[in-house]
């Protein structure tokens, strides 16, 4: 059973930059194929995809709308993915949520499957 | 304003049916399978149902997803009052580079 967990700072200045952790257990970062995803969600409101990271090779995508502010990375030393957001804003606050993005190997859709329990981030 | 819409709120009595709708355009709900997620307050989103309409193990059978076209469905039938939670359609978007979308959420509440 895979689990995932967020860490970093509660609190982050604007226009400096976020970072947060998401620490893997119970799989292999590199293992199986999967992107590891993070998601936030302002408080009250929906869920927004931040980017994302390949197990096999570190490949990225990330949504458009972040304008290139949002780096994603792996350690595959200590299993952890993590996220760097540049410039931030008080638009930025948000529960930030890693998540494994599992591609069924039938289908080849793929889906979030398991989620860490998020972080609150305010930018302050 | 998301990319997939659905409704802001929906609601039944214990033992009814109910249906959350969620629409979207040809790059998105067109062209790639659709999967829902349940969230209750304060905690993580947890995935409800994958590729329009499989359930995870676990989730009983009185969920169940379709998709037709540009649309898809979540119908919940027998509702219980643990039911009530927010739910959040979601895809993945051609458009540009790629992204996955998410619809707003539905609120689901048992009278």
């Known amino acids: 059973q895979v689990h995932l967990q967020e860490s970093g700072p509660g609190v982050v200045k604007p226009s400096q930059t976020l970072s947060l952790t998401c620490t893997v257990s119970g799989d292999s970062i590199t293992g199986g194929g999967y992107f590891w995803s993070w998601i936030r969600q302002p408080a009250g409101r929906g869920l927004q995809w931040i980017g994302r990271i390949y197990s096999r090779g570190g490949t990225t995508n990330y949504n458009p709308s972040l304008k290139s502010r949002a780096t994603i990375s792996m350690d595959t030393s200590t299993n952890q993915f993590s996220l760097e957001l540049t410039s931030v804003t008080a638009a930025d606050t948000a529960v930030y949520y890693c998540?494994?993005?599992?591609?069924?190997?039938?289908?080849?859709?793929?889906?979030?499957?398991?989620w860490g329990q998020g972080a609150l981030v305010t930018v302050s | 304003q998301s990319v997939l819409t659905q409704p802001p709120s929906a609601s039944g009595t214990p033992g009814q049916s109910v249906i959350i709708s969620c629409s979207g355009s040809s790059s998105d709900i067109g062209t790639n399978a659709v999967h829902w997620y349940q969230q209750f307050p304060g905690t993580a989103p947890k995935l409800l149902i994958y590729?329009?309409?499989e359930r995870p193990s676990g989730v009983p059978d009185r969920f169940s997803g379709s998709k037709s076209g540009t649309s898809a469905s979540l119908a919940i039938s027998g509702l219980q009052s643990e039911d009530e939670a927010q739910y959040y359609c979601?895809?993945?978007?051609?458009?540009?580079?790629?992204?996955?979308?998410f619809g707003g959420g539905t609120k689901l509440t048992v009278l």
């Open positions: 590729s329009n309409s």
């Open positions: 979601a895809t993945w978007d051609e458009r540009l580079t790629g992204s996955w979308v």
């Open positions: 998540a494994r993005d599992f591609i069924d190997s039938r289908t080849y859709w793929d889906y979030f499957d398991s």
